[in-house]
């Protein structure tokens, strides 16, 4: 088991070591607005024009972080299709939503292949010439929004806005959604230490610890799952992040003893709860909230909340990802699997950036 070393977090060398994962990080914000404005030409010809299909369906990467916005507003049915090809139903009065990178992937590639061969409506946010976005050609008609990079979080938000504009799903406000990852980047900077990072705080928090990542709300508990991917890449650990009826029996530990030898059974890692409180006051997210919580202090389990109240649905599931991923990142960097110049990149590309979790 790695050994978390605290000083490599403010270690320059170390930092500059890891310079392409934590640039990749801080140009988030960046990315976005490069992926609005390659897409504007296509956003400002599209509106509604009174149709509206009979039922919306999003294929490929991050289907379901489309399906946790629109869900609750959509005026039409709204699913998330995990698998290849599209359900059985699906035909000319449906839009299909496929989100596709620049790597090969076959479920997202079928679904539009589909969507075409059915004659559906098609929106495809994928770069140019990439395999998605060859499979769609086939339909004339199809909405094009060309990514300029694999950042599933850029593509979303374009994806978004067309929906918006169409009546099918609420106001994203990109450029809000940019500034507070900018803002994020700013806190959470290699350049700002321990005593004023929460990114760098968090990961001294899960150095020795296996993650429960909870959020209360649809959009919380998105970024959950998008956080415990990331720290799961950056640690080599088990990470798990899981509604409360999942964690709570978790949480049963046996009792901390203060007098053990902390070398003995240096494998043995005791769960941390990491809170993510994305402002949505509902009863029965408080409810749960403060059954983990009590549950937590009852059987010596750290609890660790990163909140983030203030912005749009998508601006505050933005940042509370990008938090956690900082975590990871800098929770990598201490337990020495970035940063190293010697060390098998964990993910096996050279660069764990380019990794989906990132």
């Given at each position: 088991?790695?050994?978390?070393?605290?000083?490599?977090?403010?270690?320059?060398?170390?930092?500059?070591?890891?310079?392409?994962?934590?640039?990749?990080?801080?140009?988030?914000?960046?990315?976005?607005?490069?992926?609005?404005?390659?897409?504007?030409?296509?956003?400002?010809?599209?509106?509604?024009?009174?149709?509206?299909?009979?039922?919306?369906?999003?294929?490929?990467?991050?289907?379901?972080?489309?399906?946790?916005?629109?869900?609750?507003?959509?005026?039409?049915?709204?699913?998330a299709w995990p698998g290849p090809g599209l359900p059985g139903w699906a035909g000319p009065l449906d839009l299909v939503i496929v989100l596709g990178g620049a790597a090969e992937d076959t479920d997202a590639v079928s679904a539009a292949g589909e969507a075409v061969r059915r004659g559906c409506g098609l929106m495809v946010a994928a770069p140019e010439d990439s395999p998605v976005a060859i499979a769609?050609?086939?339909?004339?008609?199809?909405?094009?929004?060309?990514?300029?990079?694999?950042?599933?979080?850029?593509?979303?938000?374009?994806?978004?806005?067309?929906?918006?504009?169409?009546?099918?799903?609420?106001?994203?406000?990109?450029?809000?959604?940019?500034?507070?990852?900018?803002?994020?980047?700013?806190?959470?900077?290699?350049?700002?230490?321990?005593?004023?990072?929460?990114?760098?705080?968090l990961a001294l928090v899960l150095a020795d610890a296996l993650p429960l990542v909870w959020g209360g709300s649809v959009l919380a508990a998105r970024a959950a799952r998008r956080v415990v991917e990331a720290l799961r890449l950056a640690s080599g650990r088990p990470a798990l992040a899981a509604d409360a009826g999942h964690l709570l029996p978790v949480l049963n530990q046996p009792p901390r003893d203060l007098f053990a030898d902390p070398f003995d059974k240096p494998e043995e890692l005791r769960p941390a709860l990491i809170i993510l409180d994305d402002g949505v006051v509902e009863a029965g997210i408080a409810e749960h909230r403060d059954k983990l919580e009590s549950k937590a202090e009852a059987h010596?389990?750290?609890?660790?909340?990163?909140?983030?109240?203030?912005?749009?649905?998508?601006?505050?599931?933005?940042?509370?990802?990008?938090?956690?991923?900082?975590?990871?990142?800098?929770?990598?960097?201490g337990l020495g699997r970035y940063g190293m110049a010697t060390v098998d990149d964990p993910v096996g590309s050279g660069n764990p950036s380019e990794d989906p979790a990132w």
């Open positions: 088991m790695s050994v978390f070393d605290d000083t490599r977090l403010d270690d320059p060398a170390v930092l500059e070591a890891s310079d392409h994962l934590l640039r990749r990080l801080a140009m988030a914000g960046a990315r976005i607005r490069a992926e609005l404005e390659a897409s504007e030409d296509v956003l400002t010809k599209l509106e509604s024009d009174g149709f509206r299909p009979r039922a919306v369906v999003a294929a490929g990467r991050d289907a379901r972080l489309v399906r946790a916005v629109l869900e609750p507003v959509c005026p039409v049915p709204f699913l769609s050609a086939g339909l004339r008609h199809a909405i094009r929004l060309p990514s300029q990079s694999d950042d599933q979080l850029a593509a979303a938000v374009a994806v978004l806005q067309a929906l918006h504009q169409m009546d099918l799903g609420p106001e994203v406000d990109h450029k809000a959604v940019a500034a507070l990852l900018d803002d994020v980047a700013i806190e959470c900077s290699p350049n700002n230490d321990v005593a004023a990072n929460p990114a760098k705080e010596d389990v750290r609890v660790h909340t990163i909140r983030q109240a203030s912005g749009t649905d998508v601006a505050r599931y933005a940042a509370l990802t990008q938090q956690g991923r900082y975590a990871a990142a800098y929770l990598g960097i």
